[in-house]
């Protein structure tokens, strides 16, 4: 895998915000943010003149084995070659099949840049791990590790450590990638701590696994919508929500929760195969 220059900055906690204020998007406008779901949680987007991808997934519909069984129940909206090169991907886990199957990994080997968990570093050449609240910057863009939780508290030792993404630079949008989490108080910590968000790319769809009772592994409906009240007037789009057995409600379903709570206009669920503006 070649790489890309990075540069590092470890920021101690009470420092992140001071550390990238000068691309603060308080008084940045919108700007066209341009996306290509290609199913589940790969999004590929464009951002302050880059390419970039999270979650790689290519396979086809299948079973994945293991303490778990996963169905994949749709395949890829695009190939891979349709998608074309791709400067950045954010991983959030690669411990799981569905958001980091065979021919994503396959496709791990053409990008310059991946960054992930700091766990993940250590089982993929190449990537680049992050921990909380760490800094990066990758083509001009400063990219900062974020907290998530795939589960209920305590969930680690069964699903792992995972990570999310906040997407800073001058004259763009703040992005949010919020990766395989399921708690609102992360979402509240790191709204807390980056301050205004535009953007956020959240992984829905209430998936369960039957290894925590009722508690899902990531954002249901109703969590997703406190976490958009949370983010104040950030657009959410919502990916990673249909298209394996062990996701509980459709996208139809997140839309009318937010349609009933009077925030239909802040939703923006991206057509599948198709490049469209956020």
Known sequence: MSKQAVT????????????????????????????LHVGGPTLRFRYAGSTWLTDPTFDEPADYPGRVTLHKLIGPAVSPQEVGPVDVVLLSHDEHADNLDASGREFLTTVPTVLSTPGAATRIDGVRGLENWETVTVQG??????????????????TGIVTGFVLRAD????????????????????????????????????????????????????????????????????????????????????????????????????????????
């Open 8 to 35: 590092t900055a470890s920021i101690p906690p009470n420092r992140a915000e001071r550390q990238v204020s000068a691309v603060s998007s308080d008084t940045i406008e919108r700007t066209a943010f341009e996306v």
């Open 141 to 158: 863009v400063q990219v900062t590790g974020v907290p998530a939780l795939h589960g209920p508290e305590g969930c680690e030792p069964i």
């Open 171 to 278: 004259g763009e949008p703040t992005v949010y990638v919020s990766g395989d989490n399921a708690s609102v108080r992360v979402v509240e910590r790191i709204a807390e701590r980056i301050g205004r968000i535009d953007i956020a790319v959240l992984n829905v769809g209430a998936a369960n696994i039957g290894l925590f009772g009722d508690a899902d592994a990531t954002l249901n409906a109703r969590t997703a919508l406190l976490a958009a009240q949370v983010l104040g007037d950030a657009l959410i789009v919502p990916v990673h929500g249909e298209g394996w057995a062990h996701f509980s409600e459709t996208l139809d379903h997140l839309s009318r929760v937010f349609g009933y709570a009077g925030r239909a206009d802040q939703l923006r669920i991206p057509p599948l195969g198709r490049v469209s503006g956020i």
